[in-house]
């Protein structure tokens, strides 16, 4: 049972443009949501998250917007660099905190000069 | 602060053999959950340890199993190896007093099972 879902298993975009991840969840419990991007060889890195009070949180070139009805987040990045060209997770727990995180199957983001 | 670091960095063991997989948190997080990452998915969560108790379990069998020790420090234990065990096994800490604080993932381990 897959309660976090990313459909698109790669993406590329050319350098500058905007790069969107999206990512779907089935469980109405799930309360916060995260973003995490891996290198090789690395481990995920915390990117961004958001509160199901928001609809939107933004970090610099980062924005994720989450639709509840739809069950929808999206990660926005704008200007896209070379040095995000990595994999994107997606993840999500009943509550923020130390809490058990439910991960995406992650979308490979090529971003091309 | 070195962050979440674990050890060893690449395991290769053979079926039915037993392994240990160790991480240490990040300096000042009291909480470690390790998660197993299959090829080509995403990780998924095995437990979580706190005050060295298992305080979470997801969909794993018993012959995953782990330990909390006084430092914070963890293990995962795997017996009875299977080749589906295979994986990269990542562990992350984070501090259970600050719910604001979000969870560090260490570089994980690889282990291959022939």
């Known amino acids: 049972d897959q309660q976090v879902k990313q459909n698109s298993p790669s993406l590329s975009v050319q350098e500058g443009r905007i790069s969107i991840l999206n990512c779907d969840y089935t469980n109405s419990m799930f309360d916060y949501f995260l973003w995490y991007k891996k290198y090789p060889a690395e481990g995920p890195t915390f990117l961004i998250s958001?509160?199901?009070?928001?609809d939107k949180n933004e970090d610099g070139r980062f924005t994720v917007f989450l639709n509840k009805s739809a069950k929808h987040l999206s990660l926005h990045i704008v200007p896209s660099q070379p040095g995000d060209s990595a994999v994107y997770f997606c993840?999500?727990?009943?509550?923020?905190?130390?809490?058990?995180?439910?991960f995406g199957q992650g979308t490979r983001l090529t971003i091309n000069p | 602060d070195a962050g979440v670091t674990q050890s060893p960095t690449h395991l290769i063991k053979t079926r039915g053999q037993q392994v240990t997989l160790r991480c240490s948190p990040k300096s000042g997080h009291d909480t470690v959950s390790w998660y197993q990452q299959a090829l080509g998915q995403g990780p998924q969560f095995i437990f979580q340890y706190y005050e060295e108790e298992e305080r979470q379990r997801g969909n794993f069998p018993d012959r995953f199993s782990g330990h909390q020790f006084p430092n914070y420090s963890s293990e995962l234990n795997v017996n009875a190896l299977l080749l589906g065990d295979s994986a990269l096994y990542l562990c992350?800490?984070?501090?259970?007093?600050?719910?604001?604080?979000?969870?560090?993932f260490g570089p994980g381990t690889r282990l291959l099972v022939l």
């Open positions: 958001i509160s199901s009070i928001k």
């Open positions: 993840a999500a727990s009943v509550r923020q905190g130390a809490q058990k995180l439910v």
């Open positions: 992350a800490s984070s501090p259970d007093r600050d719910p604001q604080e979000t969870q560090y």
